[in-house]
């Protein structure tokens, strides 16, 4: 067999196996993208999923002041 005709097969079969390749790599990401959307929905996750220091105590101060409001009333 001929040097060029060996290098023809040879390059053939590497883009073959690159093909190949492309589209496992391709399914995987799908796979992973859609596993992770359906893990977010099912979390509920929203857009805004973290609150500052700040935020978290006033949010414990109105819960406290609540609790000593009930805790006066008859």
Do not use: Y
Request: glycine share 6%; hydrophobic share 30%; proline share 4%.
């Amino acid at each position: 067999m001929e040097p060029g005709v060996q290098q023809e097969r040879a390059l053939s079969k590497f883009h073959s196996r690159l093909e190949q390749m492309t589209e496992q790599v391709k399914r995987c990401h799908n796979g992973m993208f859609d596993e992770m959307s359906q893990e977010i929905k099912a979390h509920g996750i929203s857009r805004k999923t973290t609150i500052t220091p700040g935020a978290a105590a006033g949010q414990q101060n109105k819960h406290m002041q609540k609790l000593n409001h009930q805790a006066w009333m008859p």
